[in-house]
């Protein structure tokens, strides 16, 4: 189904198990994309992150905590959707000072420009959205040098399942010249992350 040599010996059921619960809420990523992000929050010191696709707010409920503990963090959810957001996930992001908006993306350049010229160090603009490929194709122009653009459902193996990311979904930040792919998180996480690295 999926070629070991991509993930070694670790188990299917650790890279593939979507649908975790942590905070008794739905995170649609697995326990090893969850880490993976977390890892990339730290390594790359991101100052801000943003999650075009909220759900109910499982996984932004993880992301956002950092804000109580790390002043310089701001975690931004977009979601089209209010009905589905937990009330409890809302409440805790104002507490935090974190900001969830809701609304259509594609239609709310401006906030978007302006959250990631505002913010104090690199951004992660996380895509997870109901169109992926158009999420990444209309905002990694906004990216700033350092800030990285990625996103969740990367998934060729099974083509055409409806949402599934391919290789040529991405071939307009592979060949990029100002863009670096981070290295690991397109085979072995299923999540293409690409760091801007030059503006023309």
């Known amino acids: ?47 801000t992150f943003i999650e075009v696709g909220v759900y109910e707010g499982g996984f932004g409920s ?11 963090f701001r975690y931004f959810g977009i979601e089209i959707d209010s009905s589905v957001v937990n009330i409890d996930f809302i409440d805790q992001c104002r507490k935090a000072g974190n900001l969830i908006f809701f609304g259509d993306v594609f239609d709310n350049f401006t906030l978007m420009r302006k959250i ?12 997870d959205g109901g169109d992926k490929v158009k999420e990444m194709k209309t905002f990694y122009s ?11 459902d990367y998934m060729p193996e099974l083509t055409p399942a409806i949402g599934s ?3 040529t ?20 996480y299923r999540m293409p992350a690409f760091r801007c690295i030059a503006k023309q």
């Open 116 to 127: 990631i010229s505002e913010s104090k160090g690199p951004v992660l603009l996380f895509c």
């Open 142 to 152: 906004f990216m700033r040098i350092g800030d990285i653009i990625m996103c969740h």
């Open 165 to 167: 990311v391919l290789d």
């Open 169 to 188: 979904d991405i071939e307009f930040l592979t060949f990029n010249d100002n863009f670096d792919e981070v290295s690991g998180y397109r085979w072995k």
């Open 62 to 72: 993880l992301v956002s905590a950092k804000s109580f503990y790390d002043k310089e």
């Open 1 to 47: 189904m999926y070629p070991r040599e991509r993930y070694g010996n670790t188990p299917d059921s650790v890279i593939f198990r979507f649908g975790i619960y942590p905070y008794k809420m739905k995170i649609l990523q697995s326990w090893l994309q969850v880490g993976a992000i977390f890892d990339l929050i730290e390594t790359e010191q991101i100052k």
